[in-house]
T-cell receptor, first 114, second 111 residues
Framework: DAMVIQNPRYQVTQFGKPVTLSCSQT?????MYWYQQKSSQAPKLLFH???????NEADTPDNFQSRRPNTSFCFLDIRSPGLGDAAMYLC?????????????FGPGTRLLVL | TQLLEQSPQFLSIQEGENLTVYCNSS?????LQWYRQEPGEGPVLLVT?????EVKKLKRLTFQFGDARKDSSLHITAAQPGDTGLYLC???????????FGTGTRLTIIP
């Protein structure tokens, strides 16, 4: 029944060691989003894909990259994690930019940087 | 930058009481969504409202979208401990695939 799946649920990495977070969806939605969420704050959008078109937020650090090899999968790469990158990372999908634009979230990956 | 202000930021009440959470903006939204998020989990969609003045009910939860589509409220009747969580409103602008998230309301229901 899972619609947006994130792996792993918990990730521990070392300062400066690259890490990749994974998201997959069974909804066949056109749009996929990556958010960063720190404790008790609202999610902060990093970037999103509309089909294969990549849209980066202006304040997303270069340290964060993304790949979407097909409709179902999207990856978040953190090239050199710093202590400040420890957070919950949320993947979300929506059907299209038209219509309700309702976003469906995955369970998140909690990243710990040592 | 569009802002969605939620109030209150924190709310702690006894089981069985009623409560209302507000979500306000100066921007007009094409739709507005409410999510509940529990610790360590992703936000779970509760409802999407689209039409100005629309009221939707989900068991003990009542959602209203303002007539001008700039604000929304969430009313919970007879709150239960399972209602505890972070409540987020999020608005969509016409022609923009991004959501503007509210500042969040952390609700604690005391048994």
């Amino acid at each position: 029944d899972a619609m947006v799946i994130q792996n792993p649920r918990y990730q521990v990495t070392q300062f400066g060691k690259p890490v990749t977070l994974s998201c997959s969806q069974t909804l066949n939605h056109n749009v996929m989003y990556w958010y960063q969420q720190k404790s008790s704050q609202a999610p902060k959008l990093l970037f999103h894909y509309y089909d294969k078109d990549f849209n980066n937020e202006a304040d997303t650090p270069d340290n964060f990259q993304s790949r979407r090899p097909n409709t179902s999968f999207c990856f978040l790469d953190i090239r050199s994690p710093g202590l400040g990158d420890a957070a919950m990372y949320l993947c979300a999908t929506s059907r299209d930019i038209r219509g309700l634009k309702t976003q469906y979230f995955g369970p998140g990956t909690r990243l710990l940087v040592l | 930058t569009q802002l969605l202000e939620q109030s209150p930021q924190f709310l702690s009440i006894q089981e069985g009481e009623n409560l209302t959470v507000y979500c306000n903006s100066s921007s007009v939204f094409s739709s507005l969504q409410w999510y509940r998020q529990e610790p360590g989990e992703g936000p779970v969609l509760l409802v999407t409202v689209v039409t100005g003045g629309e009221v939707k009910k989900l068991k003990r939860l009542t959602f209203q979208f303002g007539d001008a589509r700039k604000d929304s409220s969430l009313h919970i009747t007879a709150a239960q401990p399972g209602d505890t969580g972070l409540y987020l409103c999020a608005g969509a602008i016409f022609g923009n695939e991004k959501l503007t998230f509210g500042t969040g309301t952390r609700l604690t229901i005391i048994p």
